[in-house]
Every structure is written in structure tokens, then in C-alpha cells.
Nanobody
Framework: QVHLVESGGGSVQSGRSLRLSCADS????????MGWFRQAPGKEREAVAS???????TYADFVKGRFTISVDKTKNTLHLQMDKLEPGDTATYFC??????????????????WGQGTQVTVSS
């Protein structure tokens, strides 16, 4: 059983930064991929970034150059460094784990285990 817990959300002004963390109850290095997703009110959940066990990464076009996904294998923790935040980034952010992806994946169907989410609010 995989248990994921996100933290680090909050309310910030446009242009500022936040760092999200996702603590994995198991050995994060055994996951094929880890990912960050987000869901704004009234919208579908969308992919933000993914990292595979080799450290390869992929990002949604709307966050390239602003967000960085990383894994700390010593602490079994996934991170998302978010810089230059915009009001459009306001959403609940979820981390997720996959055992099936071969490369970093933004396909939500690849992910089986999900955290409860952490809220990020960006004001202008």
C-alpha cells in the first residue's frame, strides 16, 4: 500500500515561489514514475510534471521554465519547486505514483496512488 502526503501549499502573491513536498510511505525509488497534478475549481485535473526512476523529467507546457520536479531518495520525498507563480496556478496540487510508466508521463491514467492534495492560491 502506497500512502502519499503532500505539504507546502499556501497563499502567495504573483511572482513569488512555493515548494511542495510529497512524502512517500514506502521506497520512492521503486516507483516507475512520480507526478504532480493540479485541479482548479470547476476544471478537470491536469498534469503538471513527472519524473521517472532514472531522473528524467517532463513538464506541461504551461509550467516549463517556472517549475522543477525532483526526488530526494534519501527521504522518500517528491518535490515541486514553483517559481514565478501566476494567478492561473491557483489550484489544489496532488502528487501521484505509478508502477506502469516506462518514461516520465503526463498521462493521468498511468497513476494509481494519489495524495489528498495541498492548496495553492496565487493572488495578483
Amino acid at each position: 500500500q502506497v500512502h502519499l502526503v503532500e505539504s507546502g501549499g499556501g497563499s502567495v502573491q504573483s511572482g513569488r515561489s512555493l515548494r511542495l513536498s510529497c512524502a512517500d510511505s514506502g521506497v520512492i525509488a521503486t516507483r516507475s514514475c512520480m507526478g504532480w497534478f493540479r485541479q482548479a475549481p470547476g476544471k478537470e485535473r491536469e498534469a503538471v510534471a513527472s519524473i521517472d526512476r532514472e531522473g528524467q523529467t517532463t513538464y506541461a507546457d504551461f509550467v516549463k521554465g517556472r517549475f522543477t520536479i525532483s526526488v530526494d531518495k534519501t527521504k522518500n520525498t517528491l518535490h515541486l519547486q514553483m517559481d514565478k507563480l501566476e494567478p492561473g496556478d491557483t489550484a489544489t496540487y496532488f502528487c501521484a505514483a505509478s508502477y506502469t510508466c516506462w518514461l516520465p508521463s503526463l498521462n493521468i491514467r498511468e497513476y494509481t496512488y494519489w495524495g489528498q492534495g495541498t492548496q495553492v492560491t496565487v493572488s495578483s
